[in-house]
């Protein structure tokens, strides 16, 4: 995990409890889903806060205001919704990580997992995404894309 010291975080005026999630536990040091985190986060424009990037392309940024995690268009800066906070994020990709290992072990030496058991790994990670952040119930465009592509087992 990427911890961040306060001194790195303290220009940004983010969420009290945005900065002690990441000072406590930080973000994965490894990608996952295509994003990575960068080790220092900095500026993206006034109210945004890179912390990572999809696909060597889409800026991660935290919602300075609000705490909300979004992805940031390379190409026409649109903000699109990821998770409310940190914390949300960070749990939901340990949820997609253990979801793909249960999926990997069930598929064995097989390229595709029986259509059966893949639907019902991804419903119970699904459910899992709502538990975590209610939120995701109205998203249109992050998770709710994960979930599309592991049901069709393209993830």
């Known amino acids: 995990m990427i911890q961040y010291r306060l001194d790195q975080l303290e220009e940004f005026d983010l969420p009290r409890k945005t900065v002690d999630y990441l000072i406590k536990y930080g973000v994965p040091d490894n990608e996952i889903l295509l994003l990575q985190f960068f080790s220092t986060p900095s500026w993206y424009r006034e109210g945004l806060v890179k912390i ?28 699109r919704f990821v998770n409310s906070n940190i914390s949300c994020l960070v749990k939901c990709l340990e949820n997609f990580q253990e979801v793909k290992e249960k999926r990997d072990i069930a598929a064995g030496d097989n390229d595709y997992l ?3 058991v893949n639907q019902k790994l991804v419903k119970k ?9 209610s939120a995701l119930k109205r998203a249109e ?15």
Do not use: R
């Open 52 to 79: 990572g990037v999809e696909a060597s392309v889409n800026l991660l940024c935290i919602n300075n205001k609000t705490g909300s995690v979004v992805l940031v268009n390379h190409i026409n800066a649109t903000e």
């Open 114 to 116: 029986d259509e059966e």
């Open 125 to 133: 990670f699904e459910e899992k995404l709502y538990q975590t952040d």
């Open 141 to 155: 465009y992050f998770w709710p894309l994960i979930v599309e592509q592991m049901e069709q087992q393209m993830l």
